[in-house]
């Protein structure tokens, strides 16, 4: 069982928004602003999409968004896109100074 | 360019050890955490240890410790994993990332392609 807690899947049309929820605890995504969230495509490594809540690293589409509510941090994607079809994951830094990653979130793009 | 290359994946028996190597270029380890991260077959991601760019800092999970370690030799600039005492649950496609700085532990930003640890009888 993963630390932190994501839909199974989540799915939307070409153009529309989504939002990706990642529930953890006061020990770790309610500890810091330390969420970051991770796109992968079938067979490649991770890719970094926001860091610490709500930066996105160079490069990175603005239809990515990252923000976070006490215990709970969330991924939006705007003007959904077919590419933009993969799993995602969240991250947290602990209080216990580990890192703790969500189950993952399968979007598919209908 | 940033480029990460792990090796040292195999098919080992519960019990045995192996070492995985992250061979890094376009950035010196000294100025870098790093991290092991692994994903069993089908299955999310899970993190397995970090080290701090100054090599002061280690970390492991729980499902880990005691029996993997991580370092690095810098004059080589390459990471290690030493695993020992491996279990069928070990069995994962094992990645290798960099982080932004070398006391930034909490997010990663370039990640290798993996290597496969298959531990079976």
């Known amino acids: 069982q993963s630390a932190l807690t994501q839909p199974a899947s989540v799915s939307g049309s070409p153009g529309q928004s989504i939002t990706i929820s990642c529930t953890g605890t006061?020990?770790?995504?309610?500890?810091?602003?330390?969420v970051s969230w991770y796109q992968q495509h079938p067979g490649k490594a991770p890719k970094l999409m926001i860091y610490e809540v709500g930066n996105r690293p160079s490069g990175v589409s603005n239809r990515f968004s990252g923000s976070q509510s006490g215990n709970t941090a969330s991924l939006t994607i705007s003007g959904l896109q077919a590419e933009d079809e993969a799993d995602y994951y969240c991250?947290?830094?602990?209080?216990?100074?580990?890192?703790?990653f969500g189950g993952g979130t399968k979007l598919t793009v209908l | 360019e940033v480029q990460l290359l792990e090796s040292g994946g195999v098919l080992v028996q519960p019990g045995g050890s192996l070492r995985l190597s992250c061979a890094a270029s376009?950035?010196?380890?000294?100025?870098?955490?790093m991290t092991w991260v692994r994903q069993a077959p089908g299955k999310g991601l899970e993190w397995v240890s970090f080290i701090s760019g100054t090599g002061g800092t280690k970390q492991y999970a729980g499902s880990v410790k005691g029996r993997f370690t991580i370092s690095r030799d810098i004059s080589k600039n390459t990471l290690y994993l030493q695993m020992n005492s491996l279990r069928a649950e070990d069995t994962a496609l094992y990645y290798c990332?960099?982080?932004?700085?070398?006391?930034?532990?909490?997010?990663?930003?370039?990640w290798g392609q993996g290597t496969l640890v298959t531990v079976s009888s």
């Open positions: 376009g950035f010196t380890l000294r100025s870098h955490a």
């Open positions: 991250s947290s830094y602990t209080t216990t100074d580990t890192l703790s």
């Open positions: 006061s020990s770790d995504v309610g500890a810091y602003n330390y």
């Open positions: 990332a960099k982080g932004p700085g070398e006391l930034l532990l909490h997010y990663f930003d370039d």
